[in-house]
């Protein structure tokens, strides 16, 4: 029994410290760039998960303020964790895409899909889609959009798209 314990507690104890580790995103000392590119490796060493990364900067002046890195990296996470466990055979596809006034983030997936669109807040909460739920905070927080769709032919899409601020 005692030895059932400890497992538990250092599985318990692993677990947290990587909740932890999560609660500072990498943006704060890389940039929203590099942070992309180390969440994606993260899944990768971690889960498997095989992700293309595409970063397209038509601005290289426009600066990407914590709140809104910190949004991205935040909603980015929770897309690739949902990939994780609900397609563990699905490969994603990440892009960033950059300019003076506005980001996007897309992360799309070939797995079996998820229909969320045009479900409310409410109706997320109480199908127990609280990861969804958060990732609609944070684009909230940064006057974003969020975009959940069916991906084309399979898979599921998200998409993040808000302004740059000067």
Not at 96 to 121: C, H, I, T, W, Y
Not at 122 to 128: A, D, G, N, V
């Amino acid at each position: 029994v005692l030895q059932k314990a400890a497992t538990h507690l250092r599985t318990a104890a692993s677990t947290l410290r990587e909740i932890c580790g999560g609660l500072y995103p990498p943006s704060r000392e890389q940039g929203i760039e590099l942070a992309v590119r180390e969440i994606a490796n993260h899944f990768h060493d971690a889960y498997g998960l095989a992700a293309d990364v595409s970063i397209h900067n038509d601005s290289q002046s426009a600066t990407v303020d914590h709140e809104l890195a910190t949004a991205v990296c935040r909603i980015l996470t929770e897309a690739l964790h949902n990939i994780v466990k609900h397609a563990t055979e699905a490969k994603a596809k990440i892009a960033l895409s950059l300019s003076q006034e506005e980001l996007k983030v897309m992360v799309a997936d070939d797995g079996p899909g998820a229909r969320f669109n045009g479900q409310s807040v409410s109706e997320l909460i109480r199908q127990h889609h609280l990861g969804i739920v958060g990732m609609h905070e944070w684009a909230r927080l940064v006057d974003g959009e969020l975009r959940i769709e069916a991906g084309k032919p399979t898979g599921t899409c998200v998409q993040l798209t808000c302004p740059i601020r000067a």
